[in-house]
């Protein structure tokens, strides 16, 4: 299950990329387009990473890029059907460019039914390929470049690791590092351990190294990223574990944050808030996502835990971080769901109070186990919990939020916001706080005091 990649075979492809930057004339252009989640942010810097070694240059005009990819989220229907009408209006700029190559990637490259698709309805496009062939992208887009045919290459089903793919990051306060790739959890209703295949982790020296030379490059918010980080290591021979690693990233020298997702409820142990409790750059903020507060629902998307387990956890994290940034996903109207089951969620979130919210509606995805369960609400009934949730939430959220005016908060200023002169930092817990202050202070810390909030952020000044 566990493919490691030979060194070689990275440098192959890195040769590969040095001879297409010396046979090219004149100036070529890529753009990378990402749907989905941070795993699929940080393959996306490794597609630019292959690219400029190429000698491509970035770009966000469709109509200058020679290399069009489309790096693919298939969690809901919502975002595959984004990556087809954005593939559609990409006839025009084909039509305008000829030579355009159009590639598409990621979790939806890796769905059966999605590739004969694409083969069938979209011949515009000429590269599909997997998660976990990006490895060998620059052979891929030369073999599609120079032959002249549509090349599909899905993936096996071997969950590889690779190491050395070179990342190219815009951001240079905020980075992501992937520390295991792959699930094993296998929830009902989701799609991620058919599109990424079973967990393997990095190593550790891999992973410290990488967190080490990015402290250097002055990057001040290092976020660990993996599909659930408290399983990471079992694949390793159980010599590290998750609350260790953290541990080992937090004692690297340099002034930053360290944040880290996401957390399964049913793996997240007294170690990791330990950890979270002891480690100064560590983040105050968990994210455990419930999913659902009903233990009859909970068990139908096969979670591992109830809601007296999920609670006891929350209480135990408070004992050790009492002041810890808690914030969830909700799924409304999976298959079955009733009134009463969704009133449990509404009582469970009442309980917990958490600072924020993430909530979906079921999308039934083909081939998951919760697609052939029978569904009897209505789109209405779903849209009308999924409405009531978000209100819940929005007054819960806005009630935390006031709490924080009066009192002073040290954030990392990490960009500009929408509106002109103001800044957005977050705080230690992941608090949005958009403030006043110049541009510069981008990539500084500061304290700076709570003066007003709304639902979704804080308003603060310099203190
Ligand atoms: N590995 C992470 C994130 C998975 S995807 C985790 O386990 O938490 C992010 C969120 O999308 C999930 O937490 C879930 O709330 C939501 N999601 C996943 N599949 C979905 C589906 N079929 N319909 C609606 N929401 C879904
Ligand atoms: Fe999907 Fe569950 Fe794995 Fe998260 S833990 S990626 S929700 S199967
Ligand atoms: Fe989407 Fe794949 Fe991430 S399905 S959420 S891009 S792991």
Redesign the pocket.
Same mark, same amino acid.
Not at 189 to 192: F, G, K, L
Not at 261 to 264: A, I, K, L
Not at 360 to 365: D, I, K
């Given at each position: 299950m566990r493919k490691e990649i030979p060194q070689s075979e990275i440098e192959k492809q890195l040769a590969l990329c040095a001879k297409m930057k010396a046979e090219a004339t004149g100036a070529r252009y890529a753009l990378v387009d990402t749907y989905g989640?941070q795993q699929n942010e940080e393959d996306s810097e490794k597609l630019r990473g292959y690219l400029a070694a190429a000698g491509y240059e970035m770009t966000t005009d469709e109509y200058l890029a020679d290399v069009i990819i489309m790096n693919t989220c298939a969690?809901?229907e919502h975002a595959e059907q984004r990556v087809f009408g954005n593939l559609g209006a990409l006839t025009h700029t084909k039509k305008a460019k000829p030579d355009q190559l159009i590639a598409v990637c990621g979790c939806m490259a890796k769905q059966p039914e999605v590739v004969d698709k694409i083969k069938r309805s979209f011949p515009l496009v000429s590269l599909v390929f997997g998660p976990d062939e990006l490895w060998r992208f620059p052979e891929l887009l030369q073999t599609a470049l120079s032959h002249k045919k549509r090349v599909f290459e899905p993936g096996s089903g071997d969950g590889c690791v690779a190491e050395g793919v070179p990342h190219l990051r815009t951001d240079t306060v905020k980075a992501w590092l992937t520390v295991m790739n792959g %699930?094993n #959890?296998f929830?009902t209703? %989701? *799609?991620?351990p058919y599109t990424r295949d079973r967990e393997r982790s990095r190593r550790p020296e891999e992973i410290l190294a990488e967190a080490k030379s990015l402290a250097a490059a002055g990057y001040k918010d290092i976020t660990l990223l993996g599909? #659930?980080v408290n399983s990471y290591g079992r694949d390793l021979g159980g010599e590290t574990d998750f609350a260790s690693l953290l541990r080992a990233v937090c004692a690297i020298d340099g002034d930053f944050i360290v944040r880290f997702? !996401?957390? $399964?409820p049913k793996d997240a142990t007294e170690a990791l808030f330990a950890a979270m409790r002891d480690c100064q750059k560590c983040e105050k903020h968990l $994210?455990l996502?419930l999913?659902s507060g009903s233990d009859r629902i909970l068990k139908a998307m096969n979670r591992h835990y109830d809601s007296e387990k999920y609670l006891a956890q929350v209480d135990k994290l408070r004992e050790y971080v009492p002041d810890v940034v808690l914030t969830t996903? *909700?799924?409304v109207g999976f298959p079955g769901e009733t009134e009463e089951d969704f009133e449990e969620t509404l009582k469970l979130i009442e309980r917990v109070r958490y600072d924020a919210m +993430?909530t +979906?509606?079921?999308?039934?995805?083909p081939g !998951?186990k919760?697609a052939a369960m029978e569904d009897t609400a209505t789109h209405e009934e779903k849209q009308e919990r999924f409405d009531r949730l978000v209100e819940t939430q929005n007054r819960i959220s806005e009630e935390k939020h006031r709490a924080y005016v009066g009192k002073t908060e040290r954030v990392l200023f990490d960009g500009k916001d929408k509106e002109p002169g103001i800044l957005t930092s977050r705080t230690l817990g992941g608090r949005l706080v958009r403030v006043e202050a110049p541009e510069t202070m981008i990539g500084s810390f500061a304290e700076v005091k709570i003066t007003d909030c709304n639902t979704w952020a804080l308003r603060g000044e310099l203190a």
């Open positions: 989640c969690v809901r %699930c #959890n929830c209703y %989701c *799609i991620v599909q #659930n997702m !996401t957390s $399964h $994210h996502p999913q996903d *909700i799924i +993430f +979906f509606l079921y999308s039934p995805r !998951t919760a």
